[in-house]
């Protein structure tokens, strides 16, 4: 939490795929009475798969 503000990281595989889900997020959160925000979207820089941390699942 930063503030009186939640701190939400999730990562898409696509910005389409983002933005399908916010048109269908968007009307759920007004019925809630939720404010709308603008999310701050930061491109991933490196990607790391558990092999190469040497995580095995």
Do not use: C, R
């Amino acid at each position: 939490m930063q503030g009186n503000n939640f701190i939400v990281v999730d990562v898409w595989d696509s910005m389409e795929k983002f933005t399908a889900f916010g048109e269908k997020l968007n009307p759920i959160f007004s019925k809630l009475g939720i404010a709308k925000t603008n999310p701050v979207i930061t491109t991933v820089h490196y990607e790391y798969s558990g092999a190469e941390l040497g995580v095995l699942h």
